[in-house]
């Protein structure tokens, strides 16, 4: 069946132009020529190759009290997302073929979008100990991971590194010294100090950061650096661009627009990496400006709410964020000016695709993964709302703008708001 998607306004090649686009046999091809089996007017909304989250947590196999495949992707399909990269903090942990099939069975029988989960890199991910056979995984992964955990040793982690060139894979590190963190779990910072809680200094990311861009460089393996949150780890993923290394970063929405100041007593506002300060939030919000940070990811992490109600010292790590991601940031930064729409789609689609490998899009020929906004829809984050089964945010009830009204990957229509379904 041929479909035909009208009065649209189509992002193509970092542009955005009122135009129409078809879709048969899941791919998308040229509008004109047969005629076509339904037709679907947009209304002049705007179409974007499908958001991709390199960076999500979704708790099954293992976890699934807190999060299942199919909930999970059914808000990332809400959220206007075609792919996500899943972490490996699971039980059982995919650190060989066999552990990987258990959440692969997962994803083909449960994902409504595109799932495509990351490997340890070490045996139970544990950041120390024997490393996984890179080789046997590599197939069935993006790429390789122990998110969570920072891998303590220099040497385990270059040997790592070196096995991940061998087989083409990024290493996608959660940069955390053990030894700095003495406790602490909001940031070593006014606030922590005049609440009387205990705080993680800086340095016990970017520390890491820089020990594994020297080790990239001396490895030449593709590193991604996850959830990015002080200034000197802006700036050391800067340097090592500038010297022509392949290392990338990510960074997500609350750390672009909260800072420790924002912070309250409730477990809501509990993450790891946590909010820093003012100028580190602002050099984050430089380093996408300049190209430094090319991914925004969200590093949805659902818990339970029991989980998340013991307040900062209690509660555990993480907040959910596919729902929320794209309209936070463009109310928050697109209409203020500080990037243009066309940065945030390479932010949330392009970049993503690009450095990991992956596909769809609106290319002809290629899988039809695709998401269409309205973006003059204005609400409050409502986490009644979510299909997520975490609903931990510290943007509840924040006023938005801007959201996915019809999601569709591999041609199939995934997620429809009602607001499309009454206007067809």
Not at 16 to 37: K, L, M, N, S
Not at 400 to 424: I, S, W
Request: proline content about 5%; overall charge negative.
């Amino acid at each position: 069946m041929k479909t035909l998607y009208t009065n649209a306004v189509v992002y193509d090649g970092g542009r955005f132009a009122a135009g129409e686009f078809a879709v048969e046999a899941g791919c998308i091809v040229p509008a004109g020529g047969a005629i076509p089996d339904r037709v679907v007017d947009l209304g002049g909304r705007h179409v974007v190759p499908g958001l991709v989250d390199v960076h999500v947590h979704l708790r099954e196999p293992g976890f699934s009290h807190k999060e299942t495949i199919a909930s999970g992707t059914a808000a990332a399909a809400r959220g206007g997302y075609t792919t996500v990269c899943s972490m490996p903090n699971l039980n059982p942990a995919p650190d060989t073929p066999e552990t990987l099939r258990v959440q692969a069975d997962l994803i083909r029988r449960d994902a409504v979008v595109r799932v495509v989960p990351y490997g340890c890199i070490t045996m139970g991910q544990r950041g120390c100990g024997e490393l996984v056979d890179f080789e046997a995984l590599a197939p069935g992964v993006v790429g390789f991971s122990d998110d969570g955990r920072g891998v303590q040793s220099e040497e385990l982690m270059e040997e790592a590194m070196r096995r991940a060139a061998r087989v083409g894979k990024p290493i996608v590190a959660h940069c955390e010294v053990d030894d700095l963190l003495r406790g602490g779990y909001i940031h070593d910072g006014g606030y922590c100090r005049a609440h009387g809680h205990k705080g993680i200094c800086s340095e016990s990311e970017w520390r890491q950061v820089e020990r594994d861009i020297a080790l990239a460089e001396k490895t030449g393996c593709q590193y991604h650096v996850c959830h990015v949150s002080t200034r000197e780890s802006v700036e050391l993923v800067r340097r090592a661009k500038a010297k022509g290394l392949r290392v990338s970063c990510e960074t997500a929405p609350h750390y672009l627009l909260l800072c420790d100041e924002d912070l309250q007593e409730d477990g809501r506002f509990k993450m790891n990496p946590p909010l820093r300060s003012r100028e580190d939030r602002e050099a984050l919000v430089a380093g996408i400006a300049d190209g430094t940070i090319e991914v925004i990811a969200t590093d949805h992490a659902p818990h339970t709410a029991e989980e998340k109600s013991r307040g900062l010292a209690g509660s555990a790590m993480g907040i959910v964020g596919l729902e929320t991601a794209f309209p936070l940031l463009y109310k928050y930064m697109v209409l203020p000016g500080v990037i243009t729409l066309e940065k945030l789609v390479a932010l949330m689609s392009d970049n993503p695709r690009r450095l990991f490998g992956l596909g769809g899009g609106l290319g002809l020929g290629g899988p039809a993964d695709f998401t269409v906004l309205d973006l003059g829809a204005q609400y409050a984050v409502d986490t009644a709302a979510f299909r997520s089964m975490g609903r931990a945010t510290p943007f509840a009830g924040w006023q938005v703008q801007g959201r996915a009204v019809l999601t569709v990957v591999g041609g199939r229509e995934v997620y429809e708001d009602e607001t499309m379904k009454t206007n067809r």
